[in-house]
């Protein structure tokens, strides 16, 4: 199955979703670690949201548990925060000092 991971910081979205394929038995866990070895961001420093609500957090103790069984299906997208507000970065910096610097003109 194809899953989009959109990486947010608060309300401010970090860069562009991230395509991943998985198997209908992959874990939390799992997908944590293709971001990883996608982004070198550290799975400890990752909060996976089914939306926008802050209610729909995946709790760190259900990592362990199948995507199907938080209903995660073909086409789904994932929001992914920093555990601490601004603990990693989706782009290099000079990708944001660019945005700062388009969104002005």
């Not at 991230?18 to 982004?39: F, N, P």
């Not at 199948?66 to 997208?77: H, M, N, P, Q, R």
């Amino acid at each position: 199955m194809r899953v989009s991971i959109t990486p947010f910081n608060g309300g401010w979205k970090m860069g562009d979703s991230l395509e991943v394929e998985l198997d209908e038995q992959s874990t939390v866990r799992d997908l944590a670690a293709i971001v990883h070895d996608m982004k070198d961001i550290d799975p400890s420093r990752m909060s996976f949201f089914l939306d926008a609500d802050e209610a729909s957090a995946i709790p760190p103790d259900g990592w362990d548990c199948l995507l199907c069984e938080y209903k995660v299906t073909d086409g789904s997208v994932l929001r992914l925060e920093p555990s601490n507000s601004g603990c990693w970065l989706w782009h290099e910096i000079e990708y944001y000092k660019e945005e700062v610097l388009r969104q002005m003109v």
